[in-house]
């Protein structure tokens, strides 16, 4: 089992940046891959960004690309989105993500879900 809670959402304006934090406990922090994914209302929930379990290997959103980075810390068993030029289209719920595997990819299939928090993009 893997616990993950989310921080670090808001209110920013177009342009502005924001980063996310993740806290994952249960597991051991580095036999898995993590990823953040985002939903709005009326809608599926999307893939936003992913990281291996070394870190060496990232995948993200084309809509995301250039834009956000994501990153994970094994000191403080932490996962991170930082999130630069935002725009209103980025607006929704972000969830963080773990997968049962090492593997990136498998991020897409998560098993473990945080809370969500809240991005707001105003215009």
């Known amino acids: 089992q893997v616990q993950l809670v989310e921080s670090g959402g808001g209110l920013v304006q177009a342009g502005g940046s924001l980063r996310l934090s993740c806290a994952a406990s249960?597991?051991?922090?580095?036999?898995?891959?993590l990823g953040w994914f985002r939903q709005v209302p009326g809608k599926e929930r999307e893939f936003v960004a992913a990281?291996?379990?070394?870190?060496?290997?990232?995948d993200y959103a084309d809509s995301v690309k250039g834009r956000f980075t994501i990153s994970r810390d094994y000191a403080k068993n932490t996962v991170y989105l930082q999130m630069n030029s935002l725009k209103p289209e980025d607006t929704a719920v972000y969830y963080c993500?773990?997968?049962?595997?090492?593997?990136?990819?498998?991020?897409?299939?998560?098993?473990?879900w945080g809370q969500g928090t809240q991005v707001t993009v105003s215009s």
């Open positions: 990281i291996s379990w070394s870190g060496g290997s990232t």
């Open positions: 993500a773990a997968a049962r595997s090492k593997n990136f990819l498998s991020v897409r299939s998560a098993a473990y």
């Open positions: 249960g597991r051991t922090f580095s036999s898995y891959a």
